[in-house]
């Protein structure tokens, strides 16, 4: 099974992807999204967001990282995917998605699924704008509203050159609220003939199996699931294998207590501000709360804390460094 690990703005950015694609189990990454609005960007805006694009395309753990473009002017998009395929990613993807009331409102991410043919019409801007070995690829909901259009959205960006296609098996309507409705990724990949990979509520092991069941597709994305246990993917990449061993799979607390200093480690050198470096922090045990019962008396001996070194000392002892 091929893992993706999901972008996740404000969330799951690159400090973020170093720390879990070091954890193992991740095939992929894609970025969060590059907004482009109507300039054709400089090259330390791509590299800033994505820094992999300084390392071979790929994250200090070896992972590749496809870049993701977000915006709704075939052209504009198309020139910046050109400048940006030059910088070396693993791959380009498209952000017809995203469901924050501030994109949509510019008619970007999951608003362009009420215009499949403008869906279409960016795929191939971009698709001509790049060279032919460069993937580009695309991530979507099942709609705006509501699911009518699934698939004649998934048809269109197929139609337009995609090589694969990312289903959040959610409208935007829906947002992150459960249930997701993997079965729909079935229909869509009953009617397009690239690889579609099944995104949304896989949390656990067992949620995996069901939205493989429920999508037919081999391959399934991790956000928030991968967040929450950083062992996921491990988990779901070994099930079978380690079960008929008797071994548990994925990462137990004191595994993850490494992967939290040294993401302390990278927030320290890319945040300025302590407040913030504290914030991002708190912001990920906050996730890791769902899957660790460490993780809720560690957030809650934090919780309250602003200073960096207090909380790094509070989490890892007297003697860590400050975060």
């Known amino acids: 099974m091929t893992l993706l690990l999901a972008p996740m703005e404000g969330l799951l950015d690159f400090t973020l992807r170093d720390i879990l694609t070091r954890a193992?189990?991740?095939?992929?990454?894609?970025?969060?999204?590059?907004?482009?609005?109507?300039?054709?960007?400089?090259?330390?805006?791509?590299?800033?967001?994505?820094?992999?694009?300084?390392?071979?395309?790929?994250?200090?753990?070896?992972?590749?990282?496809?870049?993701?473009?977000?915006?709704?002017?075939?052209?504009?998009?198309?020139?910046?995917?050109?400048?940006?395929?030059?910088?070396?990613?693993?791959?380009?993807?498209?952000?017809?998605?995203?469901?924050?009331?501030?994109?949509?409102?510019?008619?970007?991410?999951?608003?362009?699924?009420?215009?499949?043919?403008?869906?279409g019409r960016i795929v191939a801007a971009v698709r001509r704008a790049v060279p032919a070995p460069m993937p580009v690829s695309a991530k979507m909901r099942l709609g705006f509203d509501d699911d009518a259009?699934?698939?004649?959205?998934?048809?269109?960006?197929?139609?337009?050159?995609?090589?694969?296609?990312?289903?959040?098996?959610?409208?935007?309507?829906?947002?992150?609220?459960?249930?997701?409705?993997?079965?729909?990724?079935?229909?869509?990949?009953?009617?397009?003939?690239?690889?579609?990979?099944?995104?949304?509520?896989?949390?656990?092991?067992?949620?995996?199996?069901?939205?493989?069941?429920?999508?037919?597709?081999?391959?399934?994305?991790?956000?928030?699931?991968?967040?929450?246990?950083?062992?996921?993917?491990?988990?779901?990449?070994?099930h079978g294998r380690v079960e008929s061993a008797g071994v548990p799979a994925g990462l137990a607390w004191p595994a993850v207590l490494p992967l939290l200093r040294e993401f302390c480690a990278l927030v320290a050198v890319h945040i300025a501000l302590p407040r913030h470096r504290a914030g991002r922090l708190k912001q990920w045990l906050h996730y890791l709360r769902r899957r660790y019962p460490e993780a809720e008396l560690a957030y809650a001996a934090v919780r309250t804390l602003e200073d960096p070194q207090a909380l790094s000392q509070q989490l890892f002892g007297p003697d860590a460094m400050p975060a």
Not at 42 to 59: A, D, S
């Open 24 to 119: 193992g189990g991740i095939d992929r990454c894609v970025s969060e999204f590059i907004r482009v609005t109507g300039t054709l960007l400089p090259e330390r805006v791509f590299t800033r967001i994505v820094p992999e694009l300084l390392n071979g395309g790929r994250t200090r753990a070896g992972v590749p990282v496809h870049a993701q473009l977000l915006g709704s002017d075939p052209v504009c998009l198309a020139e910046n995917a050109a400048r940006l395929a030059a910088l070396g990613p693993a791959g380009i993807d498209l952000n017809f998605g995203c469901p924050a009331k501030v994109v949509n409102r510019h008619g970007g991410g999951a608003a362009l699924l009420q215009d499949p043919e403008l869906l």
């Open 149 to 238: 259009r699934a698939v004649e959205c998934a048809q269109a960006i197929a139609g337009g050159g995609a090589g694969e296609l990312v289903v959040h098996a959610r409208t935007r309507a829906h947002g992150y609220r459960p249930p997701a409705y993997w079965e729909r990724i079935a229909d869509i990949r009953g009617a397009i003939d690239i690889p579609v990979i099944a995104n949304g509520e896989i949390w656990t092991v067992d949620d995996a199996l069901r939205c493989r069941a429920a999508s037919g597709c081999h391959a399934l994305m991790l956000g928030r699931g991968a967040v929450a246990d950083p062992g996921l993917a491990l988990a779901i990449a070994a």
